[in-house]
Structures are given as C-alpha cells and as structure tokens.
C-alpha cells in the first residue's frame, strides 16, 4: 500500500519573516515592546523625570501622617476630592509592599507597560488584530508629559483606553450605562484629563456607528463626575499655567 497522505511542503526556519503576520505575531510582538518600554525606568539609578522627586517628597510627607514632629512643622496634608488623584491613590499599597522608594519606581515602572497594553486591547476589542498602526502609537507613550513625569495625566490615559475597550466591548448590553457611572468617576479620579479622552472616545465611536444624536448623548453615563466638581467648588486654589499657557502647550506639541 502507498502512503496516501497530502505532502506538505517544507518550511525553512526563517520562512515566519516573509508570512503573514496572525494574531498572534501581532500580540507576540506588542507584548514584547510594551515589556521593553520600561527599560527607561529599570535602567537608571533614579527615574529620569522632572517632576518624579516632587511626587516622591509629597508620597513621603501623605504617608508619614503627621507622626514626624519635623515634617509636621512644615508640612500638613489634607485629603479632597479631585480629579487628579491616581497615583497618589496606588502608592498606598505599593508604599505597604515595598517601601516608599522601591514602590514609586514600580508604580512609575507599571506606567509605560500598562499605556502599551491598553493600546493593544483597543486594537484587538475593535478589530480583532494587532496591527501596525497601534505598534506605530507606541513611540507616543514616553511623551513629553510621562518625560516631565506628570504621573497622574498618564496613568489616566491608561484607565481611559482600558475603559474604551470595555465600553466597546459591552456593546448592545442594556445595563451598561450603569457600569460606566463608576468607571467614568475612577477614570476622573486617575486625572480629569484621562476622562476628557475616554468621553471624546465613547463619542466618536458611536458616532461612527450611528451618525445620529444617539453619539451626542452616550457619553452621558460618563457625568457622574461633574457631581463631585459641583460639590468640591470654591475647595482651593485653581491651578494655572500663568500668562505664557499658549507658549507652554506649543513648546510640548514641538517635542511631541
């Protein structure tokens, strides 16, 4: 009797550099550079960050509550509610963990790895592929404003991208209006900016689906957060970028 069995051809080692690239290249290869984008963290004696020893020093004064009689000549901390709070939140049970010094280098570390990875999830929630333009979004993650270490804003735009994915991914399911009214307050929580993007997001998204009004309202199960401003107002200082806002934000889009 003969072998009837189909021949398949032989495929050289190297042949995997001219295929196709599958779904899981795609997330072979994200996971791999969302790893690497942490070496800027790992690798130096201190995080290279303008504003990281400022975090670092108010982290110390928050944890420290007052039982220094040295810090509490100077310092004093109170707690209010803002949309600005991420990583002021995390450091209490990195800080538990890890001490002060090594937990702020892993929060800070998580940062860029976790911004990758929700790219990622975006990608393959609305196309079920990792594809080039999302690797491409990547060289965007260690921007000026991680650079300058504005820790906050980026974990936010982290918690937006994940809550996109999600917001996507419960299409069509009744009750997800009720989901989002407490993410939409944790994303405003991280840094109100984090939550500007995941609204802008949920609306062009529908607005994609529908070009009707319906985009104009979705967004809607994302305001429980205007409560907490309306409740907070007159509750301190507003911040400013002082007379020169419009050079500071062309100097930041020039080195974007």
């Known amino acids: 009797m003969t072998d009837q ?4 051809p032989r495929r050289s080692v190297l042949s995997w550099l001219t295929a196709e690239v599958g779904p899981r290249e795609g997330w072979a290869l994200g996971l791999l550079l969302a790893a690497l984008s942490a070496l800027p963290v790992l690798v130096a004696a201190q995080p290279q960050m303008t504003d990281y020893a400022a975090h670092l020093a108010r982290f110390h004064v928050m944890l420290d509550g007052g039982a220094s009689p040295f810090l509490r000549e100077f310092y004093s901390f109170e707690w209010r509610w803002s949309g600005n709070l991420a990583a002021d939140l995390l450091i209490h049970p990195f800080a538990a963990l ?3 010094e090594t937990g702020g280098r892993i929060l800070v570390a998580l940062i860029a790895p976790l911004t990758a990875l929700a790219i990622l999830t975006v990608d393959w929630t609305l196309r079920r592929r990792i594809g080039p333009a999302a690797l491409f979004a990547f060289t965007f993650i260690w921007a000026p404003s991680l650079l300058m270490g504005f820790l906050n804003f980026s974990i936010s735009l982290a918690a937006a991208l994940f809550a996109f994915a999600l917001w996507v991914r419960l299409d069509g399911w009744r009750w997800r209006w009720a989901l989002f009214l407490p993410v939409g ?3 405003w929580l991280c840094h109100v900016s984090g939550w500007g993007v995941l609204g802008i997001m949920v609306f ?3 607005w994609n689906r529908s070009k009707s009004w319906r985009a104009f309202v979705a967004p809607l199960p994302l305001a429980l957060p205007l409560l907490a401003v309306l409740l907070a107002a007159g509750g301190g200082d507003a911040f400013s970028y ?4 419009w050079i500071y ?3 930041i889009w020039k080195q974007a």
């Open 249 to 251: 934000k062309a100097a």
């Open 242 to 245: 002082g007379q020169g806002m």
């Open 5 to 8: 069995r189909p021949l398949v």
């Open 185 to 187: 307050l944790l994303v």
């Open 204 to 206: 062009g998204h529908e």
């Open 98 to 100: 890890f001490g002060l």
